[in-house]
């Protein structure tokens, strides 16, 4: 359910503290591997496709639901992009998008069963780590709904977390 897991908050009986944080993107269209490698630096980063789209971003915004880009933070992304690749000025934007993270209070995911509920599992809130995450998150909850002794310690990502965030 990602940025919407707080519409869970009623059926659930919990607050489920995550939030949308929005994050705008531009896409450049190059030649097929133009860019070899994946470019960052410390606020923006460039990820080539192999039809040589390269995706721009990206910009962090608390504004709700909101998935409108503006001006500003458009030029802003493409300024730190063009200042770590001059050369793709000679390239068109093709697209330009915002989307919405699951933002969990302090950034840590919640993966492992619902407290409570006993067939309600949780793997939301990586914001901007799902696909990165994705994989090993899968992996943690499958060892905890099996009882299978885990590869990391689980209890970090734990839902019991929200049991003092229990409804009145």
């Keep these: 359910s990602g940025a919407w897991s707080h519409y869970w908050n009623s059926q659930l009986q919990l607050d489920i503290p995550v939030e949308p944080v929005q994050g705008q ?39 709700g639901f909101d998935t409108s880009t503006d001006e500003t933070t458009q030029h802003n992304i493409l300024e730190a992009c063009l200042e770590m690749v001059p050369e793709l000025a000679d390239f068109p934007i093709v697209h330009r998008w915002a989307g919405l993270r699951p933002s969990s209070p302090n950034g840590v995911p919640y993966i492992g ?23 090993g998150s899968a992996q943690l909850l499958r060892q905890l709904m099996l009882g299978q002794p885990t590869l990391v310690d689980a209890k970090a990502y734990s839902p019991e977390r929200l049991q003092n965030k229990i409804l009145a």
């Design 25 to 63: 993107m531009l896409l450049f269209k190059t030649p097929a591997h133009w860019l070899p490698t994946m470019c960052m630096n410390r606020v923006m980063y460039l990820i080539p496709r192999m039809d040589g789209h390269i995706v721009c971003g990206s910009s962090m915004a608390h504004r």
């Design 113 to 135: 069963k619902m407290p409570e509920m006993d067939n309600l599992w949780a793997n939301f809130g990586h914001f901007r780590n799902g696909l990165c995450m994705g994989a």
